[in-house]
Antibody, heavy 120, light 107 residues
């Protein structure tokens, strides 16, 4: 069971990036998946989530209207479209599986993270 | 948003010690509380979910307790591998906020 992020990089303020997360080893469509950000050496910030069939999403207020989470279950892939990027969006973005109990949220599988740096 | 406050921020301890980390929520969250361990350069690892349930594969020296607003993570008989940073997280309501972390350090 594995998640692997890609798509991070250096972008100027106001720019866009599209992160991807490839899942393997489990039935991807059965799980809610989230994005969590961490500034290296600092704490963890929940960013967004999406349910198994992609019909329900939620976002942190700080990214609402700028970020869009989506998934392609046929390809076992999650995406995060990040527009109008700001310096405060900088960090390591983890793709995480929500997988311990129905009706509970806990992040049992984490990717290795992909680094996003927003700077001029 | 629900604020999560951990104490202490850093905790010096020795191998074999029993340590306790506390986490307080700014409002009641029933038992919707998870604990994670993070080592430098690695992703966090789920230890405890739903306040007191040990995640599969996690050693039994880790335990969690609490409900409402006050929670604890206890590690019995510290092992060298346990020196890391620990985070609590509420899963009661989005945004799923984390505590600021407790760094468990070798004394």
């Amino acid at each position: 069971e594995q998640l692997m992020e890609s798509g991070g990089g250096l972008v100027q303020p106001g720019g866009s990036l599209r992160l991807s997360c490839a899942a393997s080893g489990f039935t991807f469509s059965s799980y809610w998946i989230h994005w969590v950000r961490q500034i290296p050496g600092k704490g963890l910030i929940w960013v967004s989530r999406i349910n198994g069939d992609g019909s329900r999403t939620a976002y942190a207020d700080s990214v609402k209207g700028r970020f869009t989470i989506s998934r392609d279950n046929a390809k076992s892939t999650l995406h995060l479209q990040m527009d109008s990027l700001r310096a405060e969006d900088t960090g390591l973005y983890y793709c995480v599986r929500d997988g311990v109990l129905v009706g509970r949220t806990a992040f049992d599988i984490w990717g290795q993270g992909t680094l996003v740096t927003v700077s001029s | 948003d629900i604020q999560m406050t951990q104490s202490p921020s850093s905790l010096p301890a020795s191998v074999g010690d029993r340590v306790t980390i506390t986490c307080r929520a700014s409002q009641t969250i029933a038992s919707f509380l998870n604990w994670y361990q993070q080592k430098p350069g690695k992703a966090p690892k789920l230890l405890i979910f739903d306040a007191s349930n040990l995640q599969s594969g996690v050693p039994s020296r880790f335990s969690g307790s609490g409900s409402g607003t006050d929670f604890t993570l206890t590690i019995n008989s510290l092992q060298p591998d346990d020196f890391a940073t620990y985070y609590c997280q509420q899963s009661y309501h989005t945004p799923y906020t984390f505590g600021q972390g407790t760094k468990l350090q070798i004394k």
